[in-house]
């Protein structure tokens, strides 16, 4: 009886792990479609010089773009991807990340609302949320912070700048919504 018990969490760890290898699998290998993440933007509304910049507040660089508009514009998924996590943090008030393809974190700050949960499967183009200016960006102008983390670093983007070797896991957004624009890099 003990050895069919075993035989069977096994069975159950062995799909487990067959599931977690086809997930994997499926966000490295699907292609990464982008759409801008604020509904009606143009590329005026995010400064081009914006990521990295420093000093940044207690962060020290910025590790994103800021996406200005309206309070209430609809925000929305970037990628095709799960939400990994939804919350209210201090600093970036109500924020949402999508673990998208290439397993490729996408971070979404200062919302105003909030309107997927975590798991939730995400189209492209799909509202997460809308644009406010939550956490430390009450009194400031209502704006997006967008950032893309990557799991698997990219060492050739490290360099000498202030926290220049973090930059291994941040992607710059910006090349991104250029790309949208057709502006060249």
Known sequence: MKLFRKRKKRTRLD??????IIFVFILLILPQSFVLPVEGMKKNDYNQNSYWYYPWGKSG???GVDIFGRKGTNVVSSVRGFTFATGNGKRS???VIILGPKLRFHYFA????IETKVGEWNSLGEKIGTLGNSGNAKGKPDHL??????????FWNIDNEPQGYRKMFYLNPIDYLNDCYNIPK
Request: hydrophobic share 30%; no cysteine.
């Open 93 to 95: 008030g109500r924020y």
């Open 145 to 154: 912070h967008y950032s893309i983390i990557s799991w698997l670093p990219h």
């Open 61 to 63: 660089t910025h590790k």
């Open 110 to 113: 200062h919302l105003n609302s």
């Open 15 to 20: 799909k487990f792990v067959n599931t977690l």
